[in-house]
């Protein structure tokens, strides 16, 4: 065997360096080499350098409204938005264009992944070959940082933030890092990195997209927009739906028929996997079936499943926060988990889908966002059992948001969309075995929203399916036919209401008790419309018999007291008694505003109903400096066309015109006139009573030549 000496110094306590053998290898030291030398090693690849496939240009490609404009660019966003396509446009420009030397693409489909592919990579640039991927990726990271040639390296699809860490390429004036992911942990800020929320398209950008997919095929296009919309804008969802149409030679129109067929799933509506547009690797079902694993592997684990079940009931736009912490979604969760929930999981469950782009959690928590799509292929996956335990899961805890204690006002907007868009799903099955609460909250709010005969409508229906069940003398049959006629009446002269509440009273009491809840509340209702007919003495009459029952049943500082309590008041006043209405109607006013707040609708009824009796007694100033601050209240807190603001509008132009002001009565009634003929119309009556007056007081200012 050939002897290999290393030392240095000539005698054997200290040797020379020297190598006595043919030597074959990448490095070798030597003082004195006797032999012959090979030395092998890789040499360091040439520039231009490509590594990875960079997707194809889609058809129908759009350049979207995307700030792409850092040296590290982080692209969040939900699967099927279109990051992949954005990223792979920055990369064709910059090769394209000859600004880049160095290109490297990877699909980040593990940390492994990442670190192989970088590895390789620093092979070819390096020459340097090491075993480990670690390490060899580190080479590539530091030739990047050395080298002054312009570099862009893409890293595709990120699962985790963490699968990077250490693996960041480093920050170099030639060079640039996109990344594209579902997530948008906070892990992936960092300094000079900019995280960009990429959306799904425009209007404008659905439209051109369509238009260049079908131009071969322009007589499929008939509904493209309505397509674009019911498909929310989704760019792989409007793909895919082109591919499947075209395919099958239908219409845009004939594809919506299907796709709002209940029974058909959203995964039946998608080209097969083999026929698949544009390269995609799964369908829009198929696509997020990822992001909900790795939801639900984020703690707290196992309840980003169950959320997003819940969430996919109700509406994609904005669903209250509230709604949230709702005991019935509590219950729901620990079912399912089979362990208690805490207070704050819910919440962290939402933040976990959140980070996987499956929702989108507002600033502050304002509220809950997800993709219309999102929400049917989770609802295409629920069993019988489940849709009927979510449908009743969700209408209590949207029951439970609703703010205590209102009366008469309508719903903030947000819970009225997510009641439509839950009753649109699953009405059927809430109205079996008995109909849900939510039902009557849903009623009641079209006629406080200002839409009596669409209340009546909606509880004659929910009425005549309850006696077609139930029987006429079930508790849901009566007490939907009394809410039927309730809303019915508000449309009729106030002598037929009367007696069509009084029959619907009768029966009540006859089934339920005199003194039952809706029993009493019917009988309040009557004096209102007997007050209305002019029966002035007789509602008086009603309400004084009726009112301590109401206290006895509902409690003395009840709502249904309350609002008692007011009417009686208000007819007081209308009967000429105008000190004992001023008494009780401070007393109610008192509770009211200590109760609910004052900007409360109902507090508002009762400032008006206050001005009201101030000029009753003659103070005609103060009448109208407060009927004018509750108009301005009501237009902030309503609406200028909500029924009460009107309401007040005119009183206050009555009100104006008996304190000795023609000329402000005269200008109330006119722009009050024009607001009724553009909500009801000219031949509605209170366009027309509205009208008399505008006309009155207009001669009597002398006003004519202004109208």
């Not at 020379?16 to 360091?44: C, F, K, L, W, Y």
């Not at 080479?139 to 693996?167: E, K, M, Q, S, Y």
């Not at 395919?247 to 209940?262: A, G, Q, S, V």
């Not at 009988?523 to 009112?547: K, N, S």
Request: a neutral charge; glycine letters at 8%; charged letters at 20%.
């Amino acid at each position: 065997m050939d002897r290999l000496v290393f030392g240095s110094g000539s005698s054997p306590a200290s040797t020379s360096n020297a190598v006595e053998a043919p030597v074959t290898g990448a490095v070798v030291q030597a003082g004195a080499i006797h032999g012959d030398v090979h030395v092998h090693g890789r040499q360091a690849g040439r520039l231009p350098f490509r590594f990875g496939v960079v997707p194809p240009v889609v058809d129908g490609y759009q350049l979207r409204e995307v700030d792409l404009a850092a040296p590290v660019l982080v692209l969040s966003g939900m699967g099927g938005v279109g990051k992949t396509q954005l990223a792979a446009g920055i990369a064709r420009d910059a090769w394209t264009s000859g600004g880049i030397d160095v290109l490297v693409w990877v699909t980040a489909s593990s940390r492994q992944s990442i670190a192989s592919d970088f590895a390789w990579c620093a092979r070819q640039l390096t020459g340097l070959d090491d075993g480990d991927p670690e390490r060899a990726a580190g080479h590539f990271l530091n030739w990047l940082g050395d080298t002054a040639a312009n570099w862009l390296v893409v890293v595709d699809d990120l699962r985790a933030p963490g699968d990077l860490n250490g693996l960041w390429p480093p920050p170099s004036t030639s060079g640039r890092v996109v990344v594209t992911t579902r997530r948008r942990d906070a892990a992936l800020a960092g300094p000079g990195r900019r995280r960009v929320d990429v959306e799904v398209f425009t209007a404008a950008e659905s439209a051109a997209f369509l238009r260049a997919r079908l131009t071969d095929h322009r007589g499929l296009a008939v509904g493209a927009d309505r397509l674009a919309e019911v498909l929310g804008h989704l760019p792989l969802a409007l793909a895919q739906a082109t591919a499947y149409l075209v395919d099958r030679r239908i219409t845009c129109d004939e594809y919506l028929t299907r796709f709002t067929e209940r029974h058909r799933p959203l995964v039946a509506l998608s080209p097969e996997p083999d026929s698949l547009p544009d390269q995609h690797r799964g369908t829009t079902a198929a696509v997020w079936g990822l992001s909900v694993e790795l939801a639900d592997r984020l703690q707290p684990t196992g309840l980003a499943t169950p959320m997003l079940r819940f969430v996919s009931l109700l509406s994609p736009h904005a669903i209250p926060i509230d709604v949230f912490a709702a005991p019935a979604l509590f219950a729901y969760l620990e079912a399912v988990v089979g362990r208690p929930v805490g207070a704050e999981e819910p919440r962290d469950a939402l933040h976990c889908l959140h980070r996987l782009s499956l929702i989108t959690c507002g600033p502050d928590d304002s509220g809950v966002r997800v993709h219309t799509l999102i929400q049917r292929v989770t609802r295409d996956e629920f069993a019988s059992d489940d849709v009927g335990t979510l449908a009743r899961v969700a209408a209590d805890a949207l029951v439970w948001a609703c703010p205590r204690g209102q009366s008469n006002a309508p719903l903030p907007r947000p819970l009225r969309d997510n009641i439509d868009v839950l009753l649109s799903h699953v009405e059927e099955t809430l109205s079996r075995p008995r109909f849900h609460h939510i039902l009557v909250k849903k009623g009641n709010d079209l006629g406080y929203s200002g839409y009596p005969g669409a209340a009546h409508g909606f509880l004659a229906r929910l009425h005549g399916a309850a006696a077609r069940r139930f029987g006429v003398l079930h508790h849901d049959t009566l007490i939907l036919g009394y809410l039927s006629a309730y809303w019915q009446a508000q449309g009729m002269r106030p002598a037929d209401a009367a007696a069509l509440l009084r029959s619907t009273a009768d029966r009540l009491a006859r089934v339920q008790g005199g003194t039952s809840p809706f029993a009493l509340t019917a009988r309040r209702d009557i004096a209102y419309h007997e007050g209305r007919a002019g029966h002035h003495r007789r509602a008086v009459a009603l309400l004084e018999d009726v009112l301590p029952h109401i206290r006895a049943v509902f409690g003395e500082r009840s709502t249904t007291a309350l609002l008692t309590m007011s009417s009686l008041a208000f007819w007081l006043g209308e009967a000429g008694r105008t000190r004992a209405a001023m008494s009780i109607m401070r007393d109610y006013f008192d509770i009211l505003e200590e109760s609910l707040g004052t900007e409360h609708p109902d507090v508002l009824t009762a400032r008006q109903n206050l001005g009201l009796l101030l000029s009753d007694t003659g103070d005609h100033t103060a009448a109208i400096a407060l009927l004018t601050g509750v108009r301005d209240d009501q237009t902030r807190i309503l609406g200028a066309d909500h029924p009460d603001t009107l309401r007040t509008r005119h009183n206050l132009a009555v009100t104006l015109a008996h304190g000795g002001d023609p000329h402000g009565a005269a200008r109330e009634f006119r722009a009050l006139h024009l607001d009724e003929v553009r909500l009801h119309g000219p031949d509605h009556p209170d366009s027309r009573s509205v009208l008399r007056e505008a006309v009155r007081w207009t001669w009597a200012a002398n006003l004519a030549s202004e109208w």
